[in-house]
């Protein structure tokens, strides 16, 4: 979850500009560059608890420590809940889970390379803590009452917010983790091909990256329970948005979705002020309740950008929000996956063709089923196996086109080495985590977290 925005307070008067904002995202290709975020869990090393923010031990010390890396503070009410340095942030989800927003960079090699470090720097600061850190979609062991809350004003404000719209909101604040990639679009035309493929292929991606078969220390019965805990977190900012897919769809159509999702709050003077389901067309007009007379800014609209949770959004860039998080490699798998299919022109027209005839229904039975089946879901009389080994492939010529090398001479298709791996063992890394937990692990949830810790 993003934090408040930085953009100009140009005052918005009309509906115009907000489509206008949206719009001012269109870049050159030579521009488009690529921006990962992956979020992972604390834990302590002794008892396995999540870390709370206060303490020796803590979140907060553990962002005091990085600091020494170059990293800028950032404080809210004298704490300091962020950093930011050369473009990229820390930043902390509501139960403590820390996140990295990576700059905006060229090639994937860049990006394994500013998440590796940032690892490595997370590591020596977390072993001072006597903390480790597990990359997975949703919490393995921990219920949600023992989850800590983080002392942000905006997750308050949600915390109160959730449970009256959904069963698993609160789930979705405290115990997920996701990675996911933000990428450009050149024109109003490719960011809506863009938009309908990725949408449409969410699922495969939510299938390969399937990691979180485990609730309160057991198994869930779930490929992606984080998938599915977003199902039931708030329908009015959440799913599929088929009218993504409906003629005539572009900018000024998703603005009008975003002036009907409800709107959480509003950042001002340096505190969140409570706007719990009040509308941003009444805001436009000076009529909002939590603030009777104002007007919104450009920075208003970008916050309430980031309060729709759909499985793509749209800021001044397109987000893919289906993936559990994971491991170094598949942090890296991530963009390489949406890069190949969506930043090559033939890559992204074979993709399009692959998808262009699913109906509506066979998008949601995609969307409802692959939580639980992940690459078993059946699809047009085959498994979804089947659909990610053509996408993958796609997605590898795009990246061969791209011909972005590293000091080796070896391009970007190296990425999608650990995802070729688990479709053809027709296999997801929740299924590699279940073998052990009923195997080697004799049924001993504890062993993930020293097992798969960074």
């Known amino acids: 979850m993003s934090s408040p925005s930085h953009v100009a307070d140009t005052l918005v008067t009309d509906r115009t500009q907000l489509v206008q ?66 473009g990229a942030s820390v930043t902390l989800e509501p139960a403590g889970q820390l996140e990295l927003s990576g700059a905006a960079l060229e090639t994937i090699h860049q990006t394994c390379v500013e998440v590796g470090t940032h690892l490595k720097e997370v590591k020596e600061v977390a072993d001072e803590l006597r903390l480790g850190f597990l990359g997975m979609g949703f919490q393995p062991k921990w219920r949600r009452d023992e989850m800590p809350w983080m002392p942000k004003g905006r997750y308050k404000i949600m915390k109160a917010y959730m449970p009256k719209v959904g069963s698993l909101g609160l789930d979705m604040m405290t115990r997920t983790c996701t990675v996911q990639v933000n990428l450009d679009y050149a024109s109003e035309a490719d960011m809506v091909k863009k938009f309908r493929v990725s949408l449409a292929l969410q699922p495969v991606a939510t299938a390969l990256f399937a990691d979180s078969p485990f609730t309160d220390g057991v198994p869930n019965g779930y490929q992606s329970y984080r998938s599915h805990v977003w199902t039931d977190t708030d329908p009015d900012r959440t799913g599929l948005l088929d009218f993504v897919f ?40 000076g009529r909002l309740p939590a603030l009777e007379g104002e007007r919104p800014t450009l920075g208003d609209w970008a916050d309430h950008l980031t309060t729709a949770f759909p499985e793509v959004r749209l800021k001044r860039y397109l987000e893919m929000r289906g993936a559990d998080s994971g491991p170094w490699n598949r942090i890296c798998a991530l963009p390489a996956l949406w890069v190949g299919l969506l930043y090559d022109q033939t890559a992204l027209d074979a993709a399009w063709d692959l998808c262009r005839d699913w109906t509506l229904e066979e998008r949601h039975h995609l969307r409802d089923s692959v939580p639980r089946l992940g690459l078993r879901t059946q699809h047009r009389g085959d498994s979804l196996r089947a659909v990610a080994e053509r996408v993958l492939a796609i997605s590898a010529e795009g990246l061969r086109r791209r011909n972005r090398l590293n000091r080796n001479g070896v391009d970007e298709r190296i990425y999608l080495d650990p995802l070729l791996e688990f479709t053809a063992a027709g296999i997801s890394p929740a299924d590699r985590k279940l073998a052990l937990y009923q195997g080697a692990w004799q049924g001993d949830i504890d062993r993930v977290f020293r097992e798969f810790a960074y």
């Open 21 to 86: 904002y949206v719009a001012s995202g269109e870049k050159v290709r030579a521009d488009w560059r690529i921006g990962t975020e992956h979020e992972k869990f604390g834990f302590r090393l002794d008892d396995l608890r999540p870390p709370e923010f206060d303490g020796d031990r803590g979140i907060e010390a553990l962002l005091k420590g990085l600091v020494r890396f170059g990293w800028e503070a950032v404080e809210e009410k004298g704490r300091v809940i962020a950093l930011t340095r050369d």
């Open 246 to 285: 409906e003629d005539g769809f572009g900018y000024e159509r998703y603005v009008d979705y975003m002036l009907d999702v409800p709107m959480y709050f509003v950042y001002r003077d340096g505190r969140y002020v409570d706007a719990l389901g009040q509308s941003f067309r009444d805001f436009l007009g």
